[in-house]
């Protein structure tokens, strides 16, 4: 059995990013930038008004100045010609200010009659213009990895980008296994339960910026469980759910294994979540999770998330962690690192009283994990502890 840690660096160690598309804009939300890219463009192109008021030269901008004014420049189409001592030219928000101009008076400081205007007793102490490049400069690069969110998308707008380099997106496979389980909407037999599990995986693959494939559940056979595999084909990481631990129906690391898994480890020190294994099948990274649904989303936190990171090209890092003041008594825990689901409240952080791996119920009220390293000794209310957001 290994540590988190080194599970996270063995699991990670398995995939790379994959290669670099194109991508339009409009479809570039979520995606992770692959390189740097450079502005085509400067922005503000040009001197622009912050304001809707008039352009007026420097020796003018004092109380009561009387001005002629000479013509208007707007966002748009800007004033063509250059502006002196004495004059002033109706402008607008984003209009090009006008050669020779050094501040603009917002209109509310103005008095107009015809086409004089006369400036108030008291002056904005700023120019109101926005110099040429203020936000960026032709060449200035927009900086990689990083996964776009909107604001970059903005940004990469205003640089003249019609398309960025992203990394593909990583194509997950996910296998349910077992003869107990139906499909969400078929009536379970006897001795049957509802597939969950899945669902959770591909919602979270998703949100990731992966694509999540639901493949018919695999029963508890060799053949089974050989033709869904067959199925994962393409794929860059299959994901299994169940069939993990040391049953005599527990046959997915003994088919992965004969066809051709590569084992980087099996089992992790953790609860929930001990009988883990990934490694490498094909052209395939391969995780096996636990079947008990909280293991199984817990796990994919810890391992299924950071390899998609390292798969789109961000940096190899476990979840950042956060920490919070116990609301109440721990007791020790034992020899496996310990994710506790737990609350965030008002009083501090509470775990819930139960802690069983298949309690879907509980999983969805939880929004953090407290994390007890192995033989944590007990803790008292109001200690701090490290946790995970949920
Ligand atoms: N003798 C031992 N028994 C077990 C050990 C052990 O060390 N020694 N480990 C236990 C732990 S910890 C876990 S976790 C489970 C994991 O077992 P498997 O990965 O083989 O999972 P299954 O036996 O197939 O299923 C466990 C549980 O989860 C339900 N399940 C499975 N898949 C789904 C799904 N897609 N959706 C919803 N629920 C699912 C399944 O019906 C079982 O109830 O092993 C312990 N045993
Ligand atoms: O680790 Mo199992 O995942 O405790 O239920």
Known sequence: MISVEAALARVCALVAPLPVEEVPLAQAAGRVLARPVAARLTQPPFDTSAM???????????PGATLDVIGTSRAGEGFVGALAPGQAVRIFTGAPVPQGAARVVIQEDVTRTGDRITLGDRLDRGT?????????AAGDALSAPRRLRPADLALAAAMNLPALPVHRRPDVAIIATGDELVMPGEVPGPDQIVASNGFGLKAMVEAEGGIGRLLPIARDTEASLKTVFGLAEGADLIVTIGGASVGDHDLVGKVAADLGMEQAFYKVAMRPGKPLMAGRMGKAAMIGLPGNP????????????????????LPTAPAPRRTARLACDLDANGPREHYMRARITADGIAPFDRQDSALLTILSEADALIVRPPGDGPRRAGEAVEYLPL
């Open 294 to 313: 909280v293991s199984a989303l817990v796990c994919a936190t810890l391992f299924l998330l950071p390899v998609l990171r390292v798969m789109q090209g």
């Open 52 to 62: 809707d008021g008039y352009a007026i030269a420097e020796p003018d901008a004092r």
């Open 128 to 136: 109101n213009i926005r110099p040429a490049g203020a936000d960026f």
